[in-house]
């Protein structure tokens, strides 16, 4: 295995998590009271530790109210409701988005 490669993480801290997305941490706790698909688990401490499961489902989260304008209660009503198709939507546009710096990559060196 080279230094490129990275280890998946099982769990992520608030901080890091909070940070992958670039915003405040209270925005995370406050999605995570919001949405019961978000449940992180608790340490001892009560310090917050979320799985890979967990930040995708923010993603999906984050895509529904940022990028596609629902309201909380939409994003809710969808997800109840649609939460496979909201999984599948998700690879599907980060396999684009990966594909697209990919092209930009090659674009660069010719």
Known sequence: M??????????????????????????????????????????????????????????IIFNLVKDKGYTLQGAKDYLKNNHKEAQERLKIIESLENMRSFLLEVKKSL
Do not use: C, H, T, W
């Open 2 to 59: 080279n230094k490129d490669e990275e280890i998946p993480k099982l769990y992520y801290s608030m901080g890091e998590v909070a940070e992958m997305f670039g915003v405040n941490q209270s925005q995370i706790r406050f999605y995570e009271k919001e949405f019961e698909i978000l449940k992180p688990k608790k340490n001892r401490k009560g310090n917050r530790l979320f799985r890979n499961e967990d930040v995708e489902n923010l993603k």
